[in-house]
Structure formats: C-alpha cells, structure tokens
C-alpha cells in the first residue's frame, strides 16, 4: 500500500515538475520573442549610448539592452534561440498531455553541443549569405559571431564552399538526432 502511494507521488511530482517547466519555458518564449521583435537601433544598449527618455522595446531598458547583446553577438541567429525555445515547449505540452516523448540516447552534453553548433552556423550562414540586409541590427546579419566566423571562412576558401561547409556542418547536426516513431 505504502508503495503505490509513494508511486503516485512521483508521477504527481512528475507533472507538477513539467508544468512548472512548461510555464517557465512558454514565458520565456512569448519574452525573448517581444524583446527580440520590439527591438529599436535607437535604443540605449551595448552597441551605443544615448539619452533617449522613451524606449520602443516592450520591457523597457532591460529589455532593449538585451534585445542589443543578442543582436549585437548573434544577429539574425538570435532567433534560433527563441525557435530552440518553442521547441522545447512543444515537447513540453505534449509530454503534459500524456502523450509519449522519445527520449534521447545522446547525453545532454552532446545535445547542448549540437545547439551552440546550430547557433554559430546559422549565425556564420547569415553573415555569408544576408549581409544586404543588415539594417536596424547594431552589428552584421550573422552578429559579432557570424562575423569572427564567416570571416575566416572567407580567408581559407570561397563565398560557395563556404556556405556549401556550413550547410554540411548543418546537416549533420539534423542526422546525428536519431528519431524514433512511435
């Protein structure tokens, strides 16, 4: 008796667990997005200095200081970060409704190592190939990172290799996740 009380104790700590994350997860979310999307080139943040009293950004000065240091270090790619999130909050409301999630053989080490390799491609792909449209940003579409990146990619091979390794390099981050069908 005591351990079938003990067993549903866990699995209620279990979903009160996951709601909390998926809460957590779905409000950082819904932030990074309006901090990222109300950004404005002419507020206060790293990559300048003004005195301007009324800021654009939807939280105010922290969030245009945050919104910048994205910008600034990942350019376009900072919305990797809030695609990556929404990710999560998907597995996150299935797992709530009851529905099975497979769960990775890869180590979480690796997994986190796969996304900061998503992120600085995506970031050096930017750079290569959408530097036209760089307005608005503090720095390049590719950011800080992109730029240090694709840059050197630059000085050891073409425009098309480049984008072609990068793109390989992308790749093979997608075939190293196995999936599973259940």
Known sequence: LLSKSSAASDVYKR???????????AAACIALSLVLGSYDYSDPGFSRFNTKL???NLFGVQG???????????????????????????????????????VSPIPMGFR????C?????????????????SEGLPGTTGGALGS???????????????TAFVLVL??????SEPTRRS
Do not use: N, P
Not at 15 to 25: D, K
Not at 83 to 99: A, D, E, H, P, T
Not at 112 to 115: E, G, H, K, P, W
Not at 150 to 161: D, I, K, N, T
């Open 15 to 25: 979903q009160l667990w996951g709601l909390v994350l998926f809460c957590g997860c």
């Open 54 to 56: 009324q800021v654009s």
């Open 64 to 102: 245009a200081w945050t919104a910048d240091l994205f910008y600034l270090l990942f350019g376009w790619g900072a919305w990797v970060f809030v695609i990556g999130l929404f990710y999560f909050l998907v597995r996150g409301l299935k797992r709530l409704r009851g529905k099975k999630v497979s």
């Open 112 to 115: 986190i190592l796969a996304f």
């Open 117 to 133: 390799v998503l992120v600085l491609s995506c970031c050096a792909l930017f750079f290569l190939r959408f530097h036209t449209h």
């Open 148 to 162: 240090a990146i694709g840059s050197e990619l630059l000085y050891w091979m073409s425009l098309e290799v480049a």
């Open 170 to 175: 992308l790749s093979l981050i997608h075939i």
